[in-house]
């Protein structure tokens, strides 16, 4: 099976500088993504990595450690609209063109004025 | 362009009624297709997905069905609602073509289900 955890809460203030990390335990790993979502909106997509190191993308920049099942997402110059839950997901099926994802539960970001 | 729709947005439905829900993608062919539901607090849990048409797969045993009557269609089904039913569903599709190197998954709106 796949294992996935996050922390449930971070908060931070406009214009700092957070980092939501998530580790994962899973068989057959084919990478890693990273998805933002409002409340009660759909998720949309952030980042994917599957080699080891950093990959950026404006403000927003995911590291992934495959042999330390590890993966983080730093978001930088905090804004307001920030605020939303960012959800860690692996997909396993390596070698397929299925790529079914795994969430883990997301972490909800509050950025403060 | 791709697009995703789902219907309806939300839904109030007792205990023990029938329940469908309907997705369907636009722009693209022979789409993989996911069905998730997330409830309160909790992850995004894959419930089935399908690689064609009548092709289901059910990632966990549960009171509910999924069909893909047709290539871009995907429906949800239920004959009798449960308490444990309610929270969000969320239709996804990704590319099965095999030419990404990744598969990115794209959701629907969703549809918001209380079950009461």
């Known amino acids: 099976g796949q294992n996935i955890d996050q922390p449930t809460e971070m908060t931070a203030t406009e214009g700092a500088i957070v980092q939501i990390n998530c580790t994962y335990q899973?068989?057959?790993?084919?990478?890693l993504f990273w998805y933002q979502q409002h409340a009660g909106e759909a998720p949309t997509f952030l980042s994917y990595?599957?080699?080891?190191g950093l990959e950026e993308k404006g403000r927003f920049s995911s590291f992934l450690s495959r042999s330390k099942g590890y993966s983080y997402l730093l978001l930088k110059e905090l804004q307001m609209k920030d605020s939303a839950s960012y959800l860690c997901?692996?997909?396993?099926?390596?070698?397929?063109?299925?790529?079914?994802?795994?969430f883990g539960r997301g972490t909800q970001l509050t950025v403060w004025p | 362009s791709q697009t995703i729709h789902q219907w309806p947005a939300t839904l109030v439905q007792p205990v023990g009624s029938p329940l469908s829900l309907e997705c369907t993608v636009e722009g693209t062919s022979n789409p993989n297709l996911y069905w998730y539901r997330q409830a309160a607090g909790r992850g995004l849990q894959l419930l089935f997905y399908?690689?064609?048409?009548?092709?289901i797969s059910s990632e966990v045993p549960q009171n509910l069905s999924a069909s893909r009557p047709q290539d871009r269609q995907f429906i949800l089904s239920s004959k009798k609602l449960l308490l444990s039913d309610s929270g969000f569903y969320l239709c996804a599709w990704s590319v099965s073509s095999g030419i990404r190197t990744y598969n990115e998954q794209f959701f629907g709106p969703g549809t918001r289900l209380t079950v009461l």
């Open positions: 997901a692996v997909t396993a099926d390596r070698g397929s063109t299925l790529g079914r994802l795994y």
């Open positions: 990595n599957v080699l080891d």
């Open positions: 899973t068989s057959g790993f084919n990478g």
């Open positions: 399908s690689v064609g048409i009548g092709q």
